[in-house]
């Protein structure tokens, strides 16, 4: 499986973004995929997973509200539409993948993700 990301970039604090992750190697059904974020000094944390199989996707609590997962199952590509952008947000945002059905706080486990892409920045100026 091979993960790319798009669509990182600078944007001013309250604007949008919105990332995109396609997907070779597997079709996008077949996996659960989470998207992470690495913020610099910081560790990689989860932000929000679609768990494959299922019909809604999970989100951690610092983005719940601000943050939405979709997905194109024709274009086996993943997106994460980030609003309402802080400061905060300013990270390194990496799309993965795994054949795992994952559960609760596991979903943002970046250990239990075999599947990585390189990342694209996403910088919020305050």
């Known amino acids: 499986v091979q993960l790319v990301e798009f669509g990182g970039g600078l944007v001013q604090t309250g604007g949008s973004v919105r990332l995109s992750c396609e997907v070779s190697?597997?079709?996008?059904?077949?996996?659960?995929m989470g998207w992470f974020r690495q913020a610099p000094g910081k560790e990689r944390e989860g932000v929000a997973y679609w768990r494959k199989v299922a019909s809604n996707p999970f989100y951690n609590y610092f983005v719940e509200g601000r943050f939405t997962i979709s997905r194109d199952a024709a274009k086996n590509t993943l997106y994460l539409q980030m609003d309402n952008l802080k400061p905060e947000d300013t990270a390194i945002y990496y799309c993965?993948?795994?054949?795992?059905?994952?559960?609760?706080?596991?979903?943002?486990?970046?250990?239990?993700?075999?599947?990585w892409g390189r990342g694209t920045q996403v910088t919020v100026s305050s």
């Open positions: 190697g597997g079709p996008l059904d077949s996996l659960t």
């Open positions: 993965a993948a795994t054949r795992y059905l994952l559960y609760g706080s596991g979903g943002y486990d970046r250990e239990k993700y075999g599947y």
